[in-house]
């Protein structure tokens, strides 16, 4: 919290800074308060957008993840699934995560392992209760 206050402190003395040296202190915009400037109105954007980040910054890690989480899955699904089912592709690309096999076989090789480290975690969690 410390980071943001400092930071919207460093903004707000830039703010004052960039009052000082405009050019004409006489610009109808500042009387009723609206910065001129475009370095400014920059700064003043900034400041805002710190604002924003530092009260819903919890919901913006959430969204990004949720988007990168869907992201990958989509990928994966098109390398593993979909781009088998279609039609040869003369996008070089395409082609190649066509002829790739690797991710077909990956999951399902995936699972006995995944049932083994499952039951060894469980053996380990009932052997450390009754230790």
């Known amino acids: 919290m410390s980071f943001f ?3 919207s402190f460093m903004f707000q003395i830039l703010i004052s800074v960039a009052d000082l040296f405009s050019p004409n202190d006489k610009e109808p915009l500042r009387k009723f308060g609206l910065l001129s400037s475009p370095v400014q109105c920059c700064l003043q954007k900034m400041f805002a957008l710190e604002k924003f980040v ?6 913006i890690w959430g969204w ?3 988007i990168i989480g869907a992201f990958s ?4 699904l098109y390398a593993a699934v979909i781009s088998k089912l279609q039609p040869p592709s003369h996008n070089v690309i395409i082609r190649a995560i066509q002829n790739d ?3 077909c076989f990956l999951i399902p090789m995936t699972l006995p392992i995944l049932f083994v480290a499952v039951y060894f975690h469980w053996l380990s ?3 450390f209760k009754h230790a």
């Open 54 to 59: 530092a009260s819903n910054g919890r919901i």
């Open 101 to 103: 096999w690797y991710y």
């Open 73 to 76: 899955f989509t990928s994966f």
């Open 125 to 127: 969690m009932k052997l």
């Open 64 to 66: 990004l993840f949720l």
């Open 5 to 7: 206050l400092c930071r």
